[in-house]
Nanobody, 118 residues
């Protein structure tokens, strides 16, 4: 079955950096668009970044220029490099995948908590 396991979160001061990883399994990773989402307490889950099978990337306006999504198809892993973090980036971060513009998988991983605080 499809599984996602996110890691790399933690507590960081404003202006700091973190690199998140998501290991995926149960599907042909290399041909799927892979995505990072985040959900802050009391808010809906929001799409942060996507990377298509050919490497095209897209970002939410709130993270553009600060976050970089990348993928390692040989490891079935997607990464999210987060720089210049601010308190508004505090959230649980999740990954998922979809075939092109199709729907995401229904299963979600546990997520990884990112807390930005001084």
């Amino acid at each position: 079955q499809v599984q996602f396991v996110e890691s790399g979160g933690g507590l960081v001061q404003p202006g700091g950096s973190l690199r998140l990883s998501c290991a995926a399994s149960g599907f042909t990773f290399s041909i799927f668009t892979v995505k990072w989402y985040r959900q802050a307490t009391g808010k809906e889950r929001e799409l942060v970044a996507t990377i298509a099978s050919k490497g095209n990337t897209n970002y939410a306006d709130s993270v553009k220029g600060r976050f970089t999504i990348s993928r390692a198809n040989g490891k079935n892993t997607v990464y999210l490099q987060m720089n210049s973090l601010n308190v508004e980036d505090t959230a649980v971060y999740y990954c998922n995948a979809a075939m092109g513009r199709g729907p995401d998988f229904s299963s979600w991983g546990p997520g990884t908590q990112v807390t930005v605080s001084s």
